[in-house]
């Protein structure tokens, strides 16, 4: 009776073995290995190009100020090696002659000025580098955009915090979606509230 109850299970699938089709489809119909969601609601749809939309907008936002950063650090390479050149050169030199003119051009009195102003030049350009520091705005925004950009893969792939058995039911898709808003919102605010991203233009 245990063996008739076996096979007359709606759970048990027979095949012949020479139909390799029907047992394709049926292997493909009982065996689901796989967690991606057959659909997504509206809303889930909605989430997700909002997560994007972040990811995107923090995309742009490193980008800009990662060159930021560059652009402030060559200058100041620049105005440091500029201001080191002309104080040696100062020092080994006096004068020198315009074209065999007999008139030595004393440019030495103009050194003082000019790295005075170099130096000047840098130390401003190294405030104002302190103050908007934007390399430091470029490695959260760039974390901000990998941790969202991870997250949505989870989502998708049903991997994680978003993996489910209640998905057939739509209760496990909206907790899902739900997940996915609520650490978009995090990520979000963190980054605003940020006491060196909230200033970024």
């Not at 809303?43 to 997560?51: A, C, R, V, Y």
């Not at 103050?131 to 941790?147: F, I, V």
């Not at 991870?150 to 058995?165: A, I, L, M, P």
Request: net charge positive.
């Amino acid at each position: 009776m245990g063996l008739t109850e076996l096979l007359r299970s709606p759970n048990t699938h027979s095949c012949n073995l020479t139909d390799l089709e029907t047992i394709k489809a049926t292997i493909k119909r009982v065996a689901k290995t796989d967690r991606f969601p057959q659909k997504n609601t509206f809303e889930g749809f909605q989430i997700l190009q909002s997560t994007w939309d972040k990811i995107d907008v923090f995309n742009e936002q490193a980008v800009r100020q990662k060159r930021n950063a560059k652009r402030a650090y060559i200058l100041l390479l620049l105005l440091g090696a500029a201001v080191t050149i002309i104080t040696v050169v100062s020092i080994n030199f006096e004068g020198f002659h315009c074209h065999d003119n007999p008139i030595t051009v004393d440019w030495t009195q103009y050194t003082d000025s000019i790295i005075i102003t170099l130096t000047l030049s840098a130390s401003i350009t190294a405030a104002l580098v302190a103050y908007a520091n934007p390399g430091t705005k470029w490695q959260q925004l760039r974390g901000a955009s990998l941790a969202l950009e991870s997250e949505v893969w989870k989502f998708r792939t049903r991997t994680g915090d978003y993996g489910t058995k209640k998905e057939d039911s739509g209760v496990g898709m909206r907790d899902a979606e739900l997940k996915l808003q609520n650490y978009s919102e995090v990520i979000k605010q963190h980054v605003v509230k940020s006491a060196t991203v909230m200033n970024t233009r």
